[in-house]
């Protein structure tokens, strides 16, 4: 069975630039989560999908950073414009209702 | 607000060494507990939960168990090995689901032969 995709895996860019991140959950997950994890931090909730529906996004920082889940499916969480402090690893992670979340590899974005 | 404090690394063992992590955390409600594991270049894994007091969740030779007396969910293990080096997580969910909303800030496990 595939595991929660994301990609890319790694990805520079200058501050002010836009970026985003893709994460496909396992087939049949209808919560999907988007966390971020500072270094050396343990990882912090920014939205969370029940389906299409975003059902807590209280932390996910609204004046730069957006998300969407088209379809209830695939998602994309998107910064513009970038900032030194969004350096972290972004993780996707996805479960059925109320079950474990199985994580994804993570995104390890650097902003220079 | 919901918190999860634990131990600080990193931790270095002797392989067969007796491993303790220590975790504590504030809540409202019933939450339930997990630990996760992430060994090196790979995502979060679910080591082990638990989901009332008293229960004792195990997994790999790891146990941990749900103390809301002292509102703690210790992680140990009788003999670590070097596989086991890897960053733990401890967290917990508010009590409407099994979902790791809040975490740790993790512990660094290294165990040398």
């Known amino acids: 069975e595939a595991g929660v995709v994301q990609s890319p895996r790694y990805k520079i860019i200058e501050k002010k630039q836009p970026v985003a991140f893709w994460c496909n959950p396992i087939?049949?997950?209808?919560?999907l989560y988007w966390y971020r994890q500072n270094l050396g931090q343990g990882p912090e909730l920014l939205i969370r999908?029940?389906?299409?529906?975003?059902?807590?996004d209280s932390q996910l920082p609204k004046d730069r950073f957006s998300a969407e889940r088209l379809k209830g499916v695939d998602s994309t969480l998107k910064i513009q414009p970038a900032e030194l402090g969004d350096s972290a690893v972004y993780l996707c992670a996805s479960s059925m209702e109320r079950t474990e979340a199985f994580f994804g590899q993570g995104t390890r974005l650097t902003v220079v | 607000g919901n918190s999860v404090t634990q131990m600080e690394g990193p931790v270095t063992l002797s392989e067969e060494a007796f491993l303790t992590i220590n975790c504590t955390y504030t809540?409202?409600?019933?939450?339930?507990l997990f630990w996760y594991v992430q060994y090196p270049g790979e995502g979060l894994q679910l080591l082990l939960k638990?989901?009332?007091?008293?229960d004792k969740g195990s997994n790999k030779g790891f146990e941990a168990t749900y103390r809301k007396e002292t509102t703690s969910f210790h992680l140990e293990k009788g003999s670590v090995q070097v596989s086991d080096s890897a960053v733990y997580f401890c967290?917990?969910?508010?009590?409407?689901?099994?979902?790791?909303?809040?975490f740790g800030k993790g512990t660094r496990l290294s165990v040398i032969a």
């Open positions: 809540a409202t409600g019933y939450p339930s």
């Open positions: 087939s049949g997950h209808n919560t």
């Open positions: 967290a917990l969910s508010d009590n409407s689901g099994n979902t790791p909303l809040v």
């Open positions: 999908y029940e389906n299409e529906e975003a059902v807590d």
């Open positions: 638990a989901t009332k007091a008293d």
